[in-house]
């Protein structure tokens, strides 16, 4: 990648950040319906698990198309 292209990616950050914390809320939200009597905070941490797994999922496919 050049530096170019990570001075772009770069400029899209916060709207990377945005997306990603509207995809916690979403799923937050979604947990809240079913569940009345959650803990917020241990959902939010289970949510941001799955989301890291689910990262590196993706990566692991990236690098599989790369070869």
């Known amino acids: ?6 001075q772009e990616i770069e400029r899209y950050r916060g709207e990377l950040e945005t997306d ?3 995809l916690v809320d979403k799923y937050l939200s979604i947990s809240d319906w079913d569940i009345p009597e959650i803990n ?4 939010i941490e289970y949510i941001l698990q ?3 797994s689910t990262l590196d999922d993706v990566e692991n496919e ?3 198309r790369s070869r």
């Open 20 to 22: 990603v914390r509207k």
């Open 1 to 6: 990648m050049t530096d170019i292209q990570k």
């Open 40 to 43: 917020e905070h241990k959902s």
């Open 62 to 64: 990236w690098k599989k």
């Open 50 to 52: 799955v989301v890291r």
